[in-house]
């Protein structure tokens, strides 16, 4: 199982259209979304839930992979990249408890695919 393109087209819309890592080479439009906590491979799809996604342009995505201590810190910071706990639940329940950094600063929960929270709402 993969995010479907639906959901994709759906978070990419609740982020606002715009790549939220705008990383060096950044397309500035998103094209896809990104897993703030790896899924890994052969793992539960648990993590594929939107709250764990946001909206990002292809070579962001790329980047994001292999990033360096340094790029990976700001992404933690930004709420963009989200560590692993010690099961995909938890992991979940922890990316649901980050809020991501939009690209004008604004802080937000993601909900579901269509909703997210200013973080002046409190936790969702
Ligand atoms: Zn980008």
Known sequence: MTVTVATKKA????????????????????????????????GSTILDDPANLCAVCVPCNGLAEDAGAIVRADLIRRGLRVEKAATNAMTLERAKATPVEAIDGQRFYLVSATERRHINEGRP
């Open 11 to 42: 978070v990419i819309e609740r982020d606002g259209g715009f790549c939220l890592m705008m990383l060096p080479g950044c397309l500035g439009e998103a094209q896809t979304a990104h897993h703030r906590a790896n899924r890994g491979s052969g």
